[in-house]
């Protein structure tokens, strides 16, 4: 007989390079457990998706009240569904006031999609700037907007009308222009392995976008909901996007999207002609209610607000020669070693020995440190010692 393993090979289509090819039982709280019940700490929360752990009660009760009700009834936005109007409000209440009218979507990619169709009908300009080294998903738009040429090459004709900026540039702000429909960029660089802009350099892009009439879409979909020390990664700039997307730890385990921008912008997505964006299964009443409670959790629990004086525990733990930088703000942190090579043995130890991480997207020499914030002191010491004993392994 097949096992779980190869059935997985020969019928679920593989489209990465290396998948990590981990099969575990259940999860709960910032372990996963495999089949003999063996507990692994999970450093990567399915990037960034479970930022309150794994399992947590007031999510689950809140998906199983909303099946016995209801799940799918009708194309978003056409109904008045009470998870999504009610996710919206608690939404709205915890962001600026220029961000006031939310629309959901399947998935980070559809975030993307939605915010760039809103730019360019807004501001009636064709060009998008996007940075080097950038990533915003896999569907043609958000390809068409990653800054990396060699994911993108093999699909080419991509969107027209797209330029790169290199990220943290001031200089490159001039290319920011009248013409410009809007920047998309990353309030803190996910898949370029954890950047960290400089508050002045976002400061002047909000500026120069304000000045040019270009909007900012900040995409948060990795970096919001308490990863990086605050509730939304733009707080540490002192700045307000124009439109913000938002995904993975949105849903509290679900998939959901959102495009958040002001109730003026997103009303020209009902003019004439209309269908601005349409989904059938975007803003899932079940995703929906997941991601009110999840919020709910987060904003009691104050739990954004530990994850910066737990990146000072990974810092002061990890200290190993070989590493070469440690990157990223919160629990939103990179590990940069040597080469790729080292990286992936380092990290193939740390499995074997019970902490799952991996590697970034445009940055593979560097290793993914990004812990549900319910992790404790504790734990994060257990997790940097097996850490430091596979760097110390594979470097004596
Ligand atoms: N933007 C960023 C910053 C991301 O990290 C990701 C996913 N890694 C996406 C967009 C795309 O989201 P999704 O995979 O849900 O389409």
Redesign the pocket.
């Known amino acids: 007989m097949l096992t779980l393993r190869q059935l997985f090979l020969n019928h679920n289509a593989q489209t990465t390079g290396f998948p990590l090819l981990l099969e575990f039982e259940r999860a709960q709280g910032i372990y996963l457990y495999d089949k003999a019940g063996t507990p692994f700490i999970d450093l990567i929360s399915g990037?960034?998706v479970s930022n309150l752990g794994h399992g947590n009660p007031q999510i689950i009760n809140a998906i199983k009240q909303q099946v016995d009700k209801y799940m799918h009834l009708m194309v978003y936005g056409e109904y008045v569904q009470a998870p999504q109007v009610l996710f919206a409000q608690k939404l709205t209440q915890v962001l600026p006031d220029n961000l006031q009218s939310v629309y959901f979507t399947n998935?980070?990619?559809?975030?993307?999609e939605g915010a760039l169709k809103l730019a360019k009908r807004f501001t009636g300009r064709q060009q998008i700037i996007a940075c080097k080294n950038s990533?915003?998903?896999?569907?043609h738009g958000?390809l068409s907007v990653m800054g990396n040429e060699e994911f993108k090459q093999a699909y080419r004709p991509l969107l027209p009308g797209i330029s790169f900026i290199n990220f943290n540039n001031t200089a490159d702000l001039q290319y920011i222009t009248k013409a410009t429909a809007a920047v998309i960029i990353?309030t803190v660089q996910?898949?370029a392995g954890i950047r960290v802009p400089d508050v002045a350099y976002m400061q002047a892009l909000r500026e120069r976008c304000t000045e040019t009439g270009t909007l900012l879409i900040l995409?948060?979909?990795?970096?919001a909901f308490g990863r990086t020390g605050t509730l939304f990664a733009f707080e540490h700039f002192n700045i307000v996007p124009d439109i913000l997307?938002l995904?993975?730890a949105l849903g509290g385990g679900m998939p959901v999207?959102a495009f958040i921008a002001s109730n003026y912008m997103m009303d020209m997505l009902k003019e004439k002609p209309i269908l601005g964006h349409i989904t059938t299964f975007g803003g899932h009443p079940v995703s929906c209610a997941a991601g009110l409670a999840a919020l709910e959790v987060l904003l009691i629990g104050q739990l954004h607000q530990q994850a910066t004086q737990k990146e000072q525990i990974f810092k002061q733990q990890l200290t190993h020669p070989a590493i070469k930088n440690i990157r990223g703000k919160g629990l939103m942190l990179a590990i940069e070693f040597e080469s790729f090579e080292l990286n992936k043995k380092i990290i193939d130890r740390c499995i074997q020995n019970g902490v799952i991480t991996d590697w970034f997207l445009h940055c593979s020499n560097s290793m993914r440190i990004a812990p549900p914030l319910i992790i404790t002191a504790e734990e994060i010491i257990k997790a940097c010692t097996v850490i430091t004993e596979a760097i110390d392994f594979h470097t004596h």
């Open positions: 990037i960034g998935s980070g990619s559809e975030a993307v990533y915003h998903g896999s569907t958000a990353e996910g898949e995409d948060e979909i990795q970096a997307l995904a993975k999207g």
